[in-house]
């Protein structure tokens, strides 16, 4: 492959589209997602945090591999019609109505007939008085064996993006649809469903049909080490001709929690405060100015700032009132213990210091709450130590100022905006030491 000398900014960093140039392998799940892509029949769930990297991943490895696909993007509220009809739409697939068949049986007959030689028939359709139309197939009743059929005759896999969003009764269909999808697959051998989706995805496919259990691979896209950010990075550093302070990189990785999301973001901002839109084109690399960073970082707050508060809403957000243990009560007990990660049993008693008599008895299943899309991701869970963290500093400064104040819903960002750059600013010192002393072990 040729490369390219010069490049645009927004090629090399890309917050929010699937890293080209800078894609980093996974090694561990590289190889489980190749396999699986080559397996006959085998379908597969991708899950992981949002952000952590899972249509950046399966984009590659389809590019990789030369296999073609149609992405369902799957939203709240789609009925298991709408996402078929969506297939179809993709697919173009058009179906001649028997009745206006004027010569008799040409048109139609076998499904692959129908499937090419109708749209074929599109052209002459415009001649003259012929009399034959044309639908959508969509029109028509659609079995699950039909749209494994008509999916397979295209060659496609078919994607579905945010699989956690599905209606749990439509999600019981969609596992069958799988089932079909895996049978079919000795007609069609490139013919799988590849679901995207939130961490508990997995999981729930399976427990509607256990039968599935060994025809499908589950693929955990975890957050991304700090290494891995690091590269993202310094290969972004080759493809423009620059090279940033390192306690830029440093920095950027820490407060990055794991997610390139925001490494690409605070890197394409730095780029812009030194004025770097392409690929330099001197001979020796252009240094970055430490003090670029923050204004870069100011300028990050200012384009997120209505990502924190709606994350903090979602995550606040009274369902059910609870007596003591609203969101807000579960994210003030672990912010008052002044700790980057908390164990249940120091939640439960900061708790306990308000109410001698607290149980308890749900305050794991609240907790765990907070860790799913539903309460977007605002506490992470970390399995290996069995303790509780906020997602990322940000978020953290933004729920500890937004607490303090007894903000309900509005956080009017110029009173309060000060004071959320001063906690903030402490977080991210704490983070950043945090990272320093990974390093360093
Ligand atoms: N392997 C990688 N190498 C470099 N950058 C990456 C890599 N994976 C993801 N990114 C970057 O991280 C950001 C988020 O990636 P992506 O959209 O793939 O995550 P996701 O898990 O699909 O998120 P969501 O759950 O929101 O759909 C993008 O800016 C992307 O460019
Ligand atoms: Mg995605």
Redesign the pocket.
Known sequence: MTKKKYYQLTEI????????Y?????TTINKRLKRALNTLGKQIIIY?????????????KLKEEKIDSITTRCMSGMTLADIVKDAFNQLEVYYVSQKDLTKGGKLGGSLSASYFGVKASLSSELNENDKVSTKKAVELPITPQTLAKFIGESSKLWVL??YHKVRAEDKVLLAQIMKVFMDSSVDYPKLKIVA?G?VNTAREVIQFDSEMKNRISEIE?PL?DNE?LQ??LT?GEKYLNITFPEIILNKIVAYSSG???V???LALLVCESNKIFSTNKDSRPTKIDVKSFDEALDEYLEENSDTFKSVFETATRIIHKRKNENPTDILNAILISNKENITFHEVKENFILNDKNYKGNNLKKYLDELTTTNRAEIIRFNKDSNTYYFSNPFIKAYCQCAIRNNVKTEFNPSKLLKEFRNTLNNELEIARKAFLRDFEE
């Open positions: 960093f890309t917050p929010s589209q699937p890293a080209n800078t894609f980093v392998e996974r992981g945090y949002s952000g952590a990297g899972k249509t950046t991943l399966l984009t590659n993006e945010d995207i939130a896209v991304m891995s590269e993202i290969s997610l390139p999301a490494t690409h973001q």
